[in-house]
């Protein structure tokens, strides 16, 4: 992680920090432009697009990250962050490469629970032209961090972690 803060090509550099200012903003940590919380986001984001050249950066990975933060020093949070995205149980990585491969799979994942679970519902959607990308693509891609309350984040994760996409799935349908 140290090495690659000293890295001088970043090219996401100028994206992320475009971003940072937009994670997170209601939380203290994050709301001081410049200040710490800020800029440690920025550090492991960049890390990671450096890490990572190919998936770069997307903006749903600052939430990911920041929540972390909260609760971690910068070089774990890294690793973490690393370990979520290349996991075989998480696979987060295919959500913000481009085009999305993997939030394309769970959208329609969640399309199809919508559809057995809830069959009025799904066709009152489907006649209103509402998808299932029109509204869940922030949750999926954030996993929830930017939508619910830091409590309730820490308590889908924790089960996220040790169970994987299937609590993703739950709350999704219990919306």
């Known amino acids: 992680y140290g090495e690659l803060q000293h890295v001088q090509d970043a090219p996401y550099e100028d994206k992320i920090l475009r971003d940072i200012h937009r994670t997170l903003p209601e939380t203290v940590f994050f709301r001081e432009a410049g200040g710490v919380g800020q800029k440690k986001l920025f550090h ?8 990572d050249p190919i998936l770069g950066y997307c903006q749903g990975m600052g939430y990911l990250t920041a929540f972390l933060l909260l609760f971690m020093t910068e070089e774990k949070v890294f690793w973490a962050v690393i370990a979520l995205l290349k996991g075989h149980r998480w696979r987060l990585r295919g959500l913000y490469l481009d085009e999305m491969p993997r939030t394309m799979v769970v959208l329609y994942t969640l ?3 919508i559809e057995q679970t809830m069959p009025e519902l799904f066709e009152h959607f489907k006649a209103e032209g509402i998808s299932t990308h029109m509204y869940a693509t922030k949750w999926i891609m954030t996993l929830f961090a930017q939508q619910f309350s830091n409590v309730l ?3 889908i994760w924790d089960v996220f972690y040790n169970e994987g ?3 993703i799935y739950r709350i999704a349908l219990a919306l």
């Open 153 to 155: 984040v820490v308590r």
């Open 165 to 167: 996409w299937k609590i």
């Open 111 to 113: 399309d199809k629970f």
């Open 44 to 51: 492991v984001l960049r890390a990671v697009s450096v890490y």
